[in-house]
């Protein structure tokens, strides 16, 4: 994963980085912000390393997956609900129960897939 990632979803991040670093402290974490100067000098301080070895460890963290609590975070939805506004045809209501993805109209509404045209 990449730094942008932790900061843009900072709040989400929370439990993976108490999961961590337990010493980290939920209020020390909402003050810092995503800043990732302010969270390495952090993550020094409460683990009692010097700076350089808690910017490894940080690495090293980043290193690995995005914990799946961050991705199920439901900010993720809306996201993910505005990339996919790209695949919706012009004129097509974004809200409609598009069950064959674009395909309107031509699939009979009693449960059989076969195309009606």
Known sequence: MKWQQVQDNWAAFFEAIAEKWPEADESDLEEIDG????????????????????????REWLSGEIPSDVVMDPSHDNRSMVLSSKYIGEGEDTYDDDRHFGDDGEYPDDGDLTPTG
Not at 47 to 54: R, S, W
Request: no cysteine.
């Open 35 to 58: 800043d990732q100067r302010d969270f390495i000098k952090y993550i020094a301080e409460v683990t009692g390393q010097e700076v350089a070895e808690a910017r490894d460890e940080i």
